[in-house]
């Protein structure tokens, strides 16, 4: 047996991943299988066809993983599934899977959440990241502060109210007519817009002023759009599919451009700006940042200019959903013997503590 190589599994929401990660750092192979066309036609995420889609796939993926890490399930020290949080039916996929193969090769069970990997898809990459960090979590479906005092040592210091940021870009996109998802087309057509154009209030949060909300930001767009003749310009974007960004370019006023261009520099603002609060509150050395909007250009290039402390992002390629988060989050479980029992189950709200 090769010791301290993990097989990862991931199915929390519409990407199913299988990866092999050796000594929790050394990434051997890392396979994700996007549903982006089976969900793009419906503007988001439909939970019934995800989970379809899994089964499909969770198979041909995790062979695919193993073969290109020049592993068999003999070789294995362990096999890590995302337990939660995400969508049940997706979270069901992997875990059944996952137990399955547990059994059958009588190998231990890693229970992974979701947002510990996203942590990990940063410290696998940087693992001499100063500590205690701050961690900002920001995705599709989350949008998390985090004191990090050490791998594994978590203290939630504040959290989204309503729609994460991630989301808010997809609604934003869907609201003006772009295709799903909408973060990476806003992050490049916010790059030829006026960022100080249009004048979006900060959210002021009672209470824990760590805290995020984005619907107010949201519903500000809408005000927008209902105050200026975009409509039309609107409907003609609705009839293209799978443009490239010279086509949605074409097709977005410079009014419109500068209107993303705004939206996202209001988004950053927020996130930054408690990130760095946080980081000031706790005496944190460092910021790290991961999930899907880790990969915003807009975001990565404002964190290089802030003068405080220093920022640290993953790969594109593992600021998404992916599996090698997870493998490398149950390395420290697996030296624990931090194990779960056949009886783990899928938990759409799983909190991380």
């Known amino acids: 047996m090769r010791q301290n190589l993990i097989l990862g599994i991931e199915s929390s929401c519409d990407e199913t991943a299988a990866a092999v990660v050796e000594d929790g750092r050394h990434i051997r192979s890392s ?9 793009a036609k419906y503007g988001g995420v439909v939970p ?5 889609e899994h089964l499909r796939a969770i198979v041909p993926v995790v062979r695919e993983a193993l073969d290109a890490a020049h592993a068999g399930l003999d070789d294995l020290s ?3 599934v995302t337990a939660g949080p995400g969508l049940v039916g997706s979270l069901l996929v992997g875990v059944t899977y996952a137990k399955a193969l547990c059994f059958a090769r009588q190998l231990p069970l890693i229970a992974v959440n979701h947002v510990e990997g996203h942590i ?3 410290l696998v990459q940087h693992p001499d990241i100063p500590l205690p960090a701050i961690a900002l979590v920001v995705s599709g479906g989350h949008t998390h502060l985090f004191e990090v005092q050490r791998p594994g040592e978590y203290r939630l210091l504040g959290k989204t109210r309503d729609d994460a940021a991630g989301e808010a870009y997809d609604k934003v996109a869907k609201l003006l007519g772009y295709g799903y998802p909408g973060g990476p087309i806003i992050d490049k057509l916010a790059r030829s817009g006026d960022p100080r154009a249009v004048k979006f209030t900060l959210a002021r949060m009672k209470g824990n002023e760590l805290d995020f909300s984005f619907s107010g930001l949201k519903t500000a767009v809408l005000r927008w759009t209902e105050e200026h003749d975009v409509q039309a310009e609107i409907a003609s974007r609705k009839q293209i599919r799978n443009a490239t960004t010279e086509e949605w370019l074409a097709a977005t006023s410079q009014a419109t451009r500068d209107l993303l261009a705004s939206f996202q520099r209001t988004v950053i603002e927020e996130l930054l700006r408690r990130a760095t609060a946080a980081a000031e509150q706790t005496g944190a050395a460092s910021v790290l940042v991961s999930g899907g909007v880790a990969s915003n250009a807009g975001l990565r290039d404002a964190a290089k200019r802030d003068n405080g ?3 640290y992002f993953p790969a594109p390629g593992l600021s998404t959903d992916n599996a090698a988060m997870i493998a490398a989050a149950a390395f420290p479980k697996l030296h624990a013997r931090d194990f779960a029992g056949y009886n783990l189950k899928a938990r759409a709200s799983l909190l991380l503590t």
């Not at 396979?31 to 969900?39: E, G, K, L, P, R």
């Not at 019934?48 to 379809?52: G, H, N």
């Open 31 to 39: 396979i994700v299988a996007s549903q982006f066309n089976v969900h």
């Open 48 to 52: 019934e066809l995800a989970s379809r």
């Open 78 to 80: 362990a096999i890590a």
């Open 120 to 122: 990990h898809s940063v």
């Open 309 to 311: 402390l220093p920022f």
